[in-house]
């Protein structure tokens, strides 16, 4: 025989319900179907009982919407002439369940019975109507009430099978009848004294079971709405896949520790008599599925789920009067089982000072009041301090029947879980090792499940999700890179790129599974909200997406303020934005700081030279062990760009208006020629160098005139430049008389720096620099004769886009 269960969706609507006819009616031998409620209906008969009991009478909204819901599903599998008796059927049933609520409201009492009662009605009336559609399409089913068959205690929600007699019943009800189909609702049954019970919440799947068991069945199907138990919770996790094979062991860990997709008592009766569970998706008959059984596949993955339970709270009972004291742990459980509280996860730590212990949190204000009390002699002797309960938290686990074998798994778990600022409150491995399991906060689970899955599941893809701010002339750029490359870098390097975020100085638009870049100006125009530096920071972090990266490409002075924020929550920050580095040597040591301290990686390449490889170059010498002793640059490609095409038939002014049009030079222009941009460069190479500079310990010889540096505004500097032409041209010429070109010129030595303009002449290394190309001379105790030189294009949007870009590839390497 077989057995198969279809859950709630399987059977939610009239479509849903043919196919598991279908399914039923391939099948070569005898069958017992069990079915659950309509999906959806166990939760509205409990939501009305809940209002009726708060004499809400919206309870009979409910009770309509129900009743439409099987109505609908009458009306689309039986032929008119049937559906009347069949809505007869239910609407009487309905009635019944009217005047129990009207009863519930007014005595303002309901029992554990009365609610079993009111939720067996959803099995009662789903089989019913499925056990008409069968005989519909002429399959040979015969109903069987669960409730006659499988018998239990009276623990009336949650009740425990008298196997023995279950078994028997059950051999009898199916031994005597040659039906094709046996038909039973799922979920409920009955006490000694013939009232309805349930086996719990998702219990259908135990009713199978049992019925598996008492049966001999060679197989017992699970059909849901998933294809298989999976890697992890396929609703949070995306990439998580269904697994092919997986032990009894393996599945009860992994559906204790929150895999809904099993019940967990379902799994003893079949391993009782070693019978195959598959697990199989009503919506894709045709995939695999997943299949349980005695031994686990050795070829696949050491680690063969993750699950989580969400709603979990920490008990921590500690206090020096506990330490070598016999007897503690076992009045501390006895505390909790009086109240019938279930303990999930257990640690002690060494010292027998504490012991912590994760229960599910609607129970924690009862454990409170039972453990107090249990202690209360030793509370007020302060030898044992009050039951102290953090919630909001969550366990997540590890599962595998051969992780026991494999050393590093848990260490990798944690340093994964540590490198994305997943906070572990407590840590439990069982000693048979199956299970590695962790209490986190439940904020983390979504970024919790997705890093160790990614870390052990998938094919090291490393994703990588990006926040923008800027998506001007450079930020542009960068994302036209980022989609042109994003194939190329999920092939080669296994890195897939996320632009979950974009904002410019009036818009923001998060999409929090990425942002298609096709159209992301439209996007962002269209669908974006107001920018708010903060609200953007709030809702980065309210994400808590692994792997994030805050990539700054304005020039804004308020964007650095929020680095500090962002490394703190290990959110990696690229910038090209340089105000960060060459602020307060204090702030920019604090930021460096926070990026080893949260192991976010702070990258600001782009500071100097744009895409040119200059600090990375620098911080590779320091590294290993060079010393830098002099640097020569220039620095600028926007003074190069302007001195360059300075020559004599065109006015300065001219020159510059140009390159600030061809996005060479800064927003404001006058930051770039009254030197300061040059000076923050050099100062940010020191102190990459080791120094502790600050920005006016660099001496700057300006070169512009007293009226240019006085104006107050960028128009007014603009005119500047028109009225003291001759002040330039005058620059030119000397430097002319003397064969010489000008290049605004950054050095380094001895611990003294300078910027200003230079007389370059014709065999200097300098003298043929061409357009907004920028250069560096490094000069090292290993490069003491020859520099080491770095140069090429210093400025515009392509090239500080791909510095950027490589930036954001090395926070992935990290
Ligand atoms: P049914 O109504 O068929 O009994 P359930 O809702 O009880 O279905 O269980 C199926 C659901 O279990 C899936 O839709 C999925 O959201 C959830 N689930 C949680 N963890 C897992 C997992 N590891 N594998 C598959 N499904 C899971
Ligand atoms: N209908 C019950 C529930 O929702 C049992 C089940 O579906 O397994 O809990
Ligand atoms: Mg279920």
Same mark, same amino acid.
């Given at each position: 025989?077989?057995?198969?269960?279809?859950?709630?969706?399987?059977?939610?609507?009239?479509?849903?319900?043919?196919?598991?006819?279908?399914?039923?009616?391939?099948?070569?031998?005898?069958?017992?179907?069990?079915?659950?409620?309509?999906?959806?209906?166990?939760?509205?008969?409990?939501?009305?009982?809940?209002?009726?009991?708060?004499?809400?009478?919206?309870?009979?909204?409910?009770?309509?919407?129900?009743?439409?819901?099987?109505?609908?599903?009458?009306?689309?599998?039986?032929?008119?002439?049937?559906?009347?008796?069949?809505?007869?059927?239910?609407?009487?049933?309905?009635?019944?369940?009217?005047?129990?609520?009207?009863?519930?409201?007014?005595?303002?009492?309901?029992?554990?019975?009365?609610?079993?009662?009111?939720?067996?009605?959803?099995?009662?009336?789903?089989?019913?109507?499925?056990?008409?559609?069968?005989?519909?399409?002429?399959?040979?089913?015969?109903?069987?009430?669960?409730?006659?068959?499988?018998?239990?205690?009276?623990?009336?929600?949650?009740?425990?099978?008298?196997?023995?007699?279950?078994?028997?019943?059950?051999?009898?009800?199916?031994?005597?009848?040659?039906?094709?189909?046996?038909?039973?609702?799922?979920?409920?049954?009955?006490?000694?004294?013939?009232?309805?019970?349930?086996?719990?919440?998702?219990?259908?799947?135990?009713?199978?079971?049992?019925?598996?068991?008492?049966?001999?069945?060679?197989?017992?199907?699970?059909?849901?709405?998933?294809?298989?138990?999976?890697?992890?919770?396929?609703?949070?996790?995306?990439?998580?896949?269904?697994?092919?094979?997986?032990?009894?062991?393996?599945?009860?860990?992994?559906?204790?520790?929150?895999?809904?997709?099993?019940?967990?008592?379902?799994?003893?009766?079949?391993?009782?008599?070693?019978?195959?569970?598959?697990?199989?998706?009503?919506?894709?008959?045709?995939?695999?599925?997943?299949?349980?059984?005695?031994?686990?596949?050795?070829?696949?993955?050491?680690?063969?789920?993750?699950?989580?339970?969400?709603?979990? $709270?920490?008990?921590? *009972?500690? &206090?020096?009067? /506990?330490?070598?004291?016999? !007897? +503690? =742990?076992? #009045?501390? %459980?006895?505390? @909790?089982?009086?109240?019938?509280?279930?303990?999930?996860?257990?640690?002690?730590?060494?010292?027998?000072?504490?012991?912590?212990?994760?229960?599910?949190?609607?129970?924690?204000?009862?454990?409170?009041?039972?453990?107090?009390?249990?202690?209360?002699?030793?509370?007020?002797?302060?030898?044992?301090?009050?039951?102290?309960?953090?919630?909001?938290? $969550?366990?997540?686990? *590890?599962? &595998?029947?051969? /992780?026991?074998?494999?050393? !590093? +798994? =848990?260490? #990798?778990? %944690?340093?994964? @879980?540590?490198?994305?600022?997943?906070?572990?409150?407590?840590?439990?491995?069982?000693?048979?090792?199956?299970?590695?399991?962790?209490?986190?906060?439940?904020?983390?689970?979504?970024?919790?499940?997705?890093?160790?899955?990614?870390?052990?599941?998938?094919?090291?893809?490393?994703?990588?999700?990006?926040?923008?701010?800027?998506?001007?002339?450079?930020?542009?750029?960068? *994302?036209?890179?980022?989609?042109?490359?994003?194939?190329?870098?999920?092939?080669?390097?296994?890195?897939?790129?996320?632009?979950?975020?974009?904002?410019?100085?009036?818009?923001?638009?998060?999409?929090?599974?990425?942002?298609?870049?096709?159209?992301?100006?439209?996007?962002?125009?269209?669908?974006?909200?107001?920018?708010?530096?903060?609200?953007?920071?709030?809702?980065?972090?309210?994400?808590?997406?692994?792997?994030?990266?805050?990539?700054?490409?304005?020039?804004?002075?308020?964007?650095?303020?929020?680095?500090?924020?962002?490394?703190?929550?290990?959110?990696?920050?690229?910038?090209?934005?340089?105000?960060?580095?060459?602020?307060?040597?204090?702030?920019?040591?604090?930021?460096?700081?926070?990026?080893?301290?949260?192991?976010?990686?702070?990258?600001?390449?782009?500071?100097?030279?744009?895409?040119?490889?200059?600090?990375?170059?620098?911080?590779?010498?320091?590294?290993?062990?060079?010393?830098?002793?002099?640097?020569?640059?220039?620095?600028?490609?926007?003074?190069?760009?302007?001195?360059?095409?300075?020559?004599?038939?065109?006015?300065?002014?001219?020159?510059?208006?140009?390159?600030?049009?061809?996005?060479?030079?800064?927003?404001?222009?006058?930051?770039?020629?009254?030197?300061?941009?040059?000076?923050?460069?050099?100062?940010?190479?020191?102190?990459?160098?080791?120094?502790?500079?600050?920005?006016?310990?660099?001496?700057?010889?300006?070169?512009?005139?007293?009226?240019?540096?006085?104006?107050?505004?960028?128009?007014?500097?603009?005119?500047?430049?028109?009225?003291?032409?001759?002040?330039?041209?005058?620059?030119?010429?000397?430097?002319?008389?003397?064969?010489?070109?000008?290049?605004?010129?950054?050095?380094?030595?001895?611990?003294?720096?300078?910027?200003?303009?230079?007389?370059?002449?014709?065999?200097?290394?300098?003298?043929?620099?061409?357009?907004?190309?920028?250069?560096?001379?490094?000069?090292?105790?290993?490069?003491?004769?020859?520099?080491?030189?770095?140069?090429?294009?210093?400025?515009?949007?392509?090239?500080?886009?791909?510095?950027?870009?490589?930036?954001?590839?090395?926070?992935?390497?990290?």
């Amino acid at each position: 025989m077989i057995v198969s269960k279809f859950g709630g969706t399987s059977v939610g609507s009239a479509e849903n319900i043919k196919r598991v006819i279908q399914i039923v009616k391939e099948k070569k031998e005898q069958t017992a179907i069990v079915v659950s409620a309509l999906g959806g209906v166990t939760n509205l008969l409990i939501e009305a009982s809940d209002l009726a009991l708060k004499n809400d009478l919206r309870f009979e909204k409910i009770v309509d919407q129900i009743e439409k819901r099987h109505f609908e599903a009458i009306e689309n599998l039986l032929p008119h002439d049937n559906q009347t008796n069949c809505k007869a059927e239910v609407a009487k049933k309905l009635n019944q369940l009217k005047e129990i609520l009207h009863s519930i409201s007014l005595l303002n009492d309901l029992s554990d019975k009365t609610s079993a009662r009111i939720v067996s009605l959803g099995e009662i009336m789903s089989s019913f109507i499925i056990h008409q559609a069968m005989l519909q399409n002429a399959l040979n089913a015969t109903l069987i009430d669960s409730r006659e068959v499988i018998k239990t205690d009276d623990n009336y929600l949650n009740a425990e099978v008298d196997f023995e007699l279950t078994r028997k019943n059950l051999k009898d009800a199916l031994g005597s009848n040659s039906a094709e189909v046996f038909l039973f609702p799922g979920f409920i049954s009955s006490n000694q004294s013939n009232e309805t019970t349930t086996l719990g919440r998702g219990g259908s799947d135990y009713t199978a079971a049992i019925i598996a068991n008492a049966a001999g069945a060679n197989i017992l199907e699970i059909w849901t709405d998933v294809s298989g138990m999976y890697t992890a919770n396929p609703k949070l996790v995306r990439q998580a896949y269904p697994i092919e094979e997986i032990s009894y062991q393996e599945a009860m860990e992994l559906s204790h520790f929150g895999a809904k997709v099993l019940y967990p008592p379902t799994i003893q009766p079949v391993l009782d008599k070693r019978i195959p569970i598959l697990i199989k998706n009503t919506l894709s008959a045709k995939d695999k599925g997943t299949l349980i059984a005695e031994k686990s596949l050795v070829s696949g993955s050491t680690v063969k789920g993750i699950s989580h339970i969400e709603d979990i $709270a920490l008990l921590t *009972l500690e &206090g020096n009067g /506990m330490v070598g004291v016999p !007897g +503690i =742990s076992e #009045r501390l %459980f006895g505390a @909790l089982a009086k109240k019938g509280i279930n303990v999930k996860f257990i640690t002690q730590a060494s010292s027998e000072h504490s012991i912590c212990i994760a229960i599910d949190s609607d129970e924690s204000d009862l454990a409170k009041k039972s453990v107090d009390q249990e202690f209360e002699f030793e509370i007020i002797q302060h030898k044992v301090n009050p039951l102290i309960i953090e919630t909001e938290l $969550a366990i997540i686990a *590890l599962v &595998g029947d051969h /992780m026991k074998s494999h050393q !590093g +798994i =848990s260490g #990798r778990m %944690f340093s994964e @879980l540590g490198a994305n600022n997943v906070n572990i409150r407590a840590i439990a491995q069982g000693s048979t090792e199956k299970n590695i399991s962790a209490v986190i906060s439940k904020n983390d689970v979504k970024k919790a499940l997705n890093t160790l899955h990614a870390a052990f599941f998938e094919d090291q893809i490393k994703q990588i999700n990006l926040f923008i701010v800027g998506v001007g002339n450079v930020g542009g750029k960068l *994302l036209e890179q980022i989609k042109l490359q994003a194939d190329y870098l999920l092939e080669k390097q296994h890195l897939q790129l996320r632009v979950v975020a974009i904002s410019n100085s009036r818009k923001m638009f998060f999409r929090s599974d990425g942002i298609e870049l096709s159209d992301w100006a439209d996007q962002l125009e269209q669908q974006g909200e107001k920018a708010d530096l903060e609200g953007f920071i709030d809702k980065m972090k309210g994400l808590n997406l692994r792997n994030s990266v805050f990539v700054d490409n304005t020039a804004n002075d308020r964007v650095p303020d929020l680095y500090a924020d962002c490394l703190s929550d290990s959110i990696a920050v690229v910038a090209c934005n340089k105000i960060a580095c060459s602020s307060a040597f204090d702030n920019y040591q604090h930021l460096k700081y926070l990026s080893r301290k949260y192991n976010a990686p702070f990258l600001f390449e782009t500071n100097v030279g744009a895409g040119l490889p200059i600090i990375d170059t620098l911080n590779n010498l320091i590294a290993s062990g060079d010393e830098i002793t002099e640097i020569q640059a220039v620095l600028s490609g926007s003074l190069n760009f302007v001195f360059n095409h300075f020559n004599g038939e065109t006015p300065f002014s001219e020159v510059v208006k140009r390159a600030g049009e061809e996005g060479y030079t800064e927003p404001d222009p006058r930051i770039d020629l009254s030197g300061v941009d040059v000076m923050r460069k050099i100062l940010i190479l020191m102190r990459e160098s080791g120094l502790q500079s600050e920005l006016n310990d660099i001496k700057n010889e300006s070169f512009l005139p007293q009226s240019s540096l006085d104006a107050d505004t960028v128009p007014d500097f603009l005119e500047t430049l028109i009225t003291e032409s001759d002040h330039f041209n005058k620059l030119r010429e000397a430097a002319e008389s003397e064969k010489c070109r000008l290049k605004y010129v950054a050095s380094y030595k001895d611990g003294k720096a300078s910027v200003g303009l230079q007389h370059i002449p014709k065999e200097h290394p300098f003298y043929n620099l061409d357009g907004k190309d920028n250069i560096v001379l490094f000069y090292t105790n290993r490069y003491k004769d020859q520099p080491l030189i770095i140069k090429g294009a210093g400025a515009g949007a392509d090239v500080t886009a791909s510095g950027i870009f490589g930036d954001i590839i090395r926070t992935g390497n990290k």
